[in-house]
């Protein structure tokens, strides 16, 4: 048995930037930093500020490439194999990270992690979802690596869209629904029984305090709710499929999130927030219907989307809904739902979530 529960350390504090140096040393004294050109932009001056100090170096930064696709991850590899680099740093959301995680896989390197926003769990994981260059969901990628350190600026991630954290609350209540749903299939044991028990509580800590949290951001006020948030998102999400390994892994929701995909109308919605509607679907592929309404009314709390036309979504001719149902069923993450799911299930839960979605649209908050 082989278990990789999440990142060897994790440390969060205010303007932790300022003091990366001291902990990045510790795996040597030559640094790569790729990442977005936002984050790059946000972390590049401090990083190689705080390394100077401590008599460490850093390349010029690296723009990722704006997708983790196979073609970046390779591209950087060759690009990075022939340079003197003893670690390798990524920073910015899941995509960036992921396709850190991955170069550093194929240069065995360690690696630092640095998360600009908290969208998604992807800092603390040991996979990389892969994406075409074009942004459709490709699978996922075992050949990545979970990081030896992951460093959270509380003051970066504070000043970051709130819309972004309020993806990664829809990312990590999938945990919750997901998880309960791959269970089924499994024997328990001691790992996998605390794997739900984690996302129990995640999901139990994210409708208690997510609204608070999102309020801290919309005023800049730092909050306990808002740093348990953050490490419900970043940390201990990520920990649920690293304690439940297979038998807890994603499902329907992200089936379907990556099914939805093959639009370019979405596109420009974030994962989190196609996942929390995946959510939706799931439940009605389930026959869970009358859970359907509290969750759809803390969606409008919190700013989730409820229906396709709040992804951009707004019709499908029916041999789009055709290529939806046929693609969607094709992601290995259905194959861990309790049952055989077909395409015309997958249509039949989408168009059912939508509706309750649109009708719920006129009852009050």
């Not at 278990?3 to 902990?23: F, H, M, S, W």
């Not at 309020?166 to 945990?175: E, M, P, V």
């Not at 929701?253 to 927030?273: K, M, N, R, V």
């Amino acid at each position: 048995m082989k278990v990789t529960v999440g990142p060897a350390q994790y440390i969060r504090n205010l303007d932790l930037l300022n003091e990366a140096g001291t902990y990045i040393k510790n795996f040597g004294k030559s640094a790569a930093l790729i990442g977005g050109h936002t984050s790059l932009g946000i972390v590049e001056d401090s990083i190689r500020k705080s390394l100077s100090l401590v008599g460490a170096s850093l390349l010029p930064s690296i723009w990722y490439g704006g997708e983790s696709s196979e073609t970046n991850i390779n591209r950087l590899a060759e690009q990075l194999k022939s340079q003197n680099i003893d670690v390798l740093i990524g920073t910015g959301g899941g995509k960036a990270i992921d396709t850190v995680k991955a170069v550093a896989y194929k240069l065995n390197k360690p690696l630092v992690v640095i998360p600009t926003i908290a969208a998604t769990c992807a800092a603390a994981t040991p996979i990389s979802i892969l994406y075409s260059d074009e942004g459709e969901f490709i699978g996922i990628g075992r050949e990545s690596k979970a990081p030896e350190l992951v460093l959270v600026d509380s003051t970066i991630i504070l000043k970051a869209p709130v819309r972004f954290l309020i993806a990664g609350i829809g990312d990590t209540l999938a945990k919750w629904f997901e998880t309960r749903a791959t269970i089924q299939k499994a024997e328990p044991n001691a790992l996998n029984q605390t794997a739900i028990a984690i996302a129990a509580q995640v999901y139990k800590t994210l409708l208690q305090i997510g609204h608070e949290a999102i309020q801290s951001v919309e005023s800049q006020s730092l909050t306990k709710a808002f740093e348990d948030v953050v490490d419900a998102i970043i940390l201990v999400s990520g920990s649920v499929s690293g304690y439940g390994g297979d038998d807890c892994r994603t499902a329907g929701a992200h089936a379907i999130y990556s099914g939805l995909t093959i639009f370019p109308e979405c596109h420009q919605t974030y994962h989190g927030e196609i996942v929390a509607f995946g959510i939706l679907a799931q439940l009605c592929l389930e026959s869970k219907t009358e859970e359907l309404t509290d969750l759809i009314q803390y969606y409008k709390e919190i700013g989730l989307p409820f229906t396709l036309e709040q992804m951009g979504i707004k019709e499908l001719t029916q041999q789009q809904w055709k290529k939806l149902g046929e693609i969607t069923v094709t992601i290995e993450d259905m194959a861990n739902m309790p049952f055989e799911v077909t395409p015309e299930m997958v249509i039949e839960a989408v168009q059912q979530a939508d509706e309750i979605g649109k009708e719920s649209l006129s009852v009050p908050l």
